[in-house]
């Protein structure tokens, strides 16, 4: 079946932008994460989703970014006001539930390249 | 100090040794322990799991947990060059990365 799929694949945004990264979880999962990946820095947590709520955003970086998902599908990263810090990868996962060991399932993320 | 620590290497061996990769961890609360493994331009995929302090076994992968320590490990043997990725620890409770330990395996 699909796994997680993640749009766009890369962005080149000029400082100071805004921008939007897709993530669509595979069908059926409850709980959806977002992840930056520095290089060097591994992944760092920004926001988990239970349905459409957002019960633990603490790792979102500054109030620039914001996420929302919508249906208990499909969610949607913002980053207003892009800064140069901001490049990274950007990686959802999902997963079935909200058992502690279920499998997370990462997308292939959204490079962002911030100039 | 950062909840998980662990060495970004890059750690570089010849094919068929013995790897070891390790984290440590400073929140006591944290339960589940997992590896992850990551290969170039591709998203995590969860390599193994384990819940209580000891050894878990999975063909040729072996992970270890000393809560005591709080320390783990991830033991590779008879390392394949297709085992190069990065390789990262997580735990739970909430989920925490380590940095990811970047191994090359030379043929």
């Known amino acids: 079946g699909a796994g997680v799929s993640q749009s766009p694949s890369n962005k080149v945004t000029e400082k100071g932008k805004d921008v939007e990264l897709r993530c669509d979880p595979i069908s059926g999962h409850t709980a959806l994460y977002w992840y930056r990946q520095s290089l060097g820095q591994g992944l760092e947590f920004l926001i988990y989703f239970q349905g459409n709520s957002a019960p633990d955003k603490s790792g979102l970086p500054s109030d620039r970014f914001s996420a929302e998902r919508t249906g208990g599908s499909v969610s949607t990263l913002t980053i207003q006001r892009t800064q140069q810090e901001d490049s990274a990868v950007y990686l959802c996962?999902?997963?079935?539930?909200?058992?502690?060991?279920?499998?997370?399932?990462f997308g292939p993320g959204t490079r962002l390249t911030v100039l | 100090q950062k909840e998980v620590e662990q060495d970004p290497g890059p750690l570089s061996v010849p094919e068929g040794a013995i790897v070891s990769l390790n984290c440590t961890y400073s929140?006591?609360?944290?339960?589940?322990f997992m590896w992850y493994r990551q290969y170039s331009r591709k998203g995590p995929e969860l390599l193994m799991y384990t819940y209580s302090s000891g050894n878990k076994e999975d063909g040729r992968f072996t992970a270890q947990v000393d809560k005591s320590s709080k320390y783990i490990s991830l033991f590779i043997r008879d390392s394949q060059p297709s085992d190069s990725a990065t390789y990262l620890c997580a735990m739970s409770g909430d989920m925490r990365f380590g940095a990811g330990t970047r191994l090359t395996v030379k043929p």
């Open positions: 996962a999902s997963r079935p539930g909200t058992g502690v060991v279920d499998t997370q399932y």
């Open positions: 929140n006591s609360a944290f339960q589940y």
